[in-house]
């Protein structure tokens, strides 16, 4: 079974541009969880989909968007770039079934210069 | 808001003894999965260990058990045998009614042989 994948792996942006990721989850897995990881604040969750539908949501500003399709892969954007968005960006996912154990991706490297 | 602390920011440990790595948390609901999550340097987070709050039964899967006091809010990691692949950062998580984890800050784990 393959596991969660995140496209890109790296990347670089300047400040005021837009980014978006994209995330394809496990093979049967209906539930998408997107979380910022930096040195600073830890690991922070942003937001979660179930079917197409965000259900819970961080405290993240506007500018933090998700979506997901309805083959289950989910995709989050951030617009106007700030410096402080560079982070390592880990999208899980989960069936949901017992404990809701998620599977995270290897994430995708943000850079904002 | 639940709330993980990890108050070990490092600890190290000679290769093929115990180590035991700490974590309290702070929730006022009664229904309840605590995890422990390792991410090496490849930054991909792994899933060590489960525990569902209900369960008194403290979890075990080969080098690693936990030790949960529900009263206490603690929920210890133990890695027996410690080998140069466990060297990683640990996080302690929750997750409760709301669909997503809530993290401690980590603890660096250093194997020296």
């Known amino acids: 079974k393959a596991g969660v994948t995140q496209t890109p792996r790296y990347l670089i942006k300047t400040r005021g541009q837009q980014v978006t990721l994209s995330c394809s989850p496990i093979?049967?897995?209906?539930?998408v969880s997107w979380y910022q990881q930096t040195p600073g604040q830890g690991l922070q969750f942003l937001f979660e989909?179930?079917?197409?539908?965000?259900?819970n949501k961080g405290n993240f500003p506007g500018r933090f968007s998700g979506r997901q399709f309805s083959n289950s892969r989910s995709e989050m954007n951030v617009s106007t770039l700030e410096l402080g968005d560079s982070a390592l960006y880990l999208c899980?996912?989960?069936?949901?079934?017992?404990?809701?154990?998620?599977?995270f991706g290897a994430g995708s490297r943000l850079t904002v210069l | 808001a639940q709330t993980v602390t990890q108050s070990q920011p490092e600890m190290s440990v000679q290769e093929a003894e115990t180590v035991t790595l700490s974590c309290t948390y702070d929730?006022?609901?009664?229904?309840?999965?605590l995890f422990w999550y390792k991410q090496p340097p490849s930054r991909q987070m792994i899933l060590v260990i489960r525990q569902e709050a209900y369960k008194q039964q403290n979890a075990t899967e080969n080098r690693f058990s936990v030790n949960f006091q529900k009263a206490a809010k603690s929920f210890s990691l133990k890695i027996s045998d410690s080998q140069l692949g466990d060297a990683a950062m640990y996080f302690c998580?929750?997750?409760?009614?709301?669909?997503?984890?809530?993290f401690g800050t980590g603890t660096r784990l250093q194997v020296t042989l």
């Open positions: 929730t006022s609901e009664s229904d309840y999965y």
């Open positions: 899980a996912s989960s069936d949901l079934s017992g404990a809701n154990v998620l599977t």
């Open positions: 093979s049967g897995h209906r539930s």
């Open positions: 998580a929750y997750t409760g009614t709301a669909s997503k984890l809530t």
């Open positions: 989909y179930f079917s197409e539908t965000q259900r």
